[in-house]
């Protein structure tokens, strides 16, 4: 989907992904690509997914003269970059006060400098929550400051709180790629709770196009919620994928370790509300994971090459 112009014209956009090298900025980056869109990704780290027509600028979001010159002849900023494990900012938390909230202001400062039209931040659903500890607080500061940026300087947001991810270039940080890989390399899954906790999982393609559509208009200096269509007990989840993988998994809950993360529900009464925004038609739940499987079984064992449909060693 192209960028709307208030008349209602869609047009291409020159746009740029910061952290668009990760899990999600990937996926944003390809969708905005399909879409027509000039992308180009900026991250401390080469991707591994680049496009043709994409271009990458490898640079960290705390150089500010790199993230100045980046930012020239841009319209529109996607900012997903930072520290985006709960975690790991809960390990690291000066670390995720630099990258989260130090790296944000010097983008939105700099994307001020160069006039840029709109800028799209990758919050979190955890944000007016009680859990999610320093993530928490650092994506707390940085609405804050993309909402203070446009009121002072006239620069359009829109605010993405994105609920729990899956799918396709995930890693370990991520909890359904954990579990699968935990299933396929030791045949059990080791769970840390109750199996009553529960998730609103959004497969990350459906995030990614959700995220695009966001460029029109009417989504405006908003706040969008970005989440599954309904609710999932890890428990249910557990099970489907100890079905999918025909009862050759063994499930163990073990008592909870981490506080950081909700159980029920990441939200807590707060006036600021958001805009809930779901794609439909969407990935089934157990269609992505399935999915997933076969990628993480591919890796595993890399010895393996498909042949009139069967898996068999590649001197076969």
Known sequence: MLFEHISGEKMSSKIIVFGGAGFLGSHVADSLTEAGHEVVIYDKFASSYLKGNQRQIVGDILDLGKVREALV?????????????????????????????????QILQEAKEAQVKKIIFASSAYVYSDSGSFYRITKQACEQLVETYQKEFGMDYVILRYGSLYGSRSDTRNSIFRILSEALKNGEINYGGTGDETREFIHVEDAARLSVEVLNQEFRNQNIILTGPTPVRYKDLLEMIQEIMKGEVRINYRPRQSSTHYKLSPYSFSPKLGRKLVNNPHIDLGQGILNLIGEIHHNIHTELEETNGLLVKGDQ
Do not use: S
């Open 73 to 105: 002849g841009q319209q529109i900023v996607y900012h997903l970059a930072g520290i985006a494990d709960i975690d790991e900012c809960h390990k690291r938390p000066i670390d995720a006060v630099k990258l989260n909230i130090l790296g944000t202001v």
